[in-house]
Structures are given as structure tokens and as C-alpha cells.
């Protein structure tokens, strides 16, 4: 929260979680879903000095943690069937993100 990120997809969906009252995500999740596109944070370990101590220490290894993950999600070799996993996030966003968002 040390500074203004441009506005994307990232900070909307974080700011609609957020906001989202019934959300149980961690931290760690709303942080994950607020930079995980700020690859000079966690690639190259630029402005890592504008984090808090709590950020740096906790949330940052768990967004490279992720980021293992997400890189190779767009890959066309790894396509997965949607049909058969949309029961298991259902699931998921019933447990973690319950009711109806406010878009």
C-alpha cells in the first residue's frame, strides 16, 4: 500500500475481493491477486525497499511460490479440461468467495 499501481485487471479484482465482505481469502491471496503481474517485484526483486517488513518477509515468497504456476498456465501443451475441473473451483469460490460479487 506504499504505492499507486496502474489500474488493471489485478487491482480490480483485488479491490472487488476486498470489498466482498463474505471473501475468507488470506492475505497472502488478495497479495497474490493484486501483483502477480508486477514481475519486476517479484522476478527481479525491484521496490522490494517499498514493502512492508510483513510483505516482504510473508506475502512475497508466497507470490513467487505462485508464480511457478502461473507462468506456464497460458501453455498449449497443458490445456486442461475445463468441464471436468469447473466443479472442483466451484467448489473452491463457494468456500472462499461465497455469495454474489459486486462488479
Not at 4 to 18: A, K, N, P, Q, T
Not at 29 to 49: K, P, T
Amino acid at each position: 500500500d506504499n504505492v499507486h499501481m496502474s489500474w488493471g485487471h489485478d487491482e480490480y479484482i483485488y479491490r472487488v475481493l476486498r470489498a466482498h465482505a463474505p471473501c475468507v481469502l488470506p492475505p497472502e491471496a488478495l497479495f497474490i491477486c493484486r501483483y502477480h503481474s508486477f514481475y519486476a517485484l517479484h522476478q527481479h526483486g525491484a521496490y522490494e525497499w517499498m514493502l512492508t517488513a510483513e510483505e516482504r518477509h510473508t506475502m512475497l515468497p508466497w507470490l513467487r511460490t505462485f508464480q511457478r504456476f502461473d507462468l506456464y498456465s497460458k501453455d498449449d501443451d497443458n490445456r486442461l479440461d475445463v468441464r471436468a475441473l469447473r466443479p472442483y473451483y466451484e467448489s473452491l469460490i463457494d468456500t472462499y468467495v461465497p455469495g454474489v460479487l459486486q462488479w
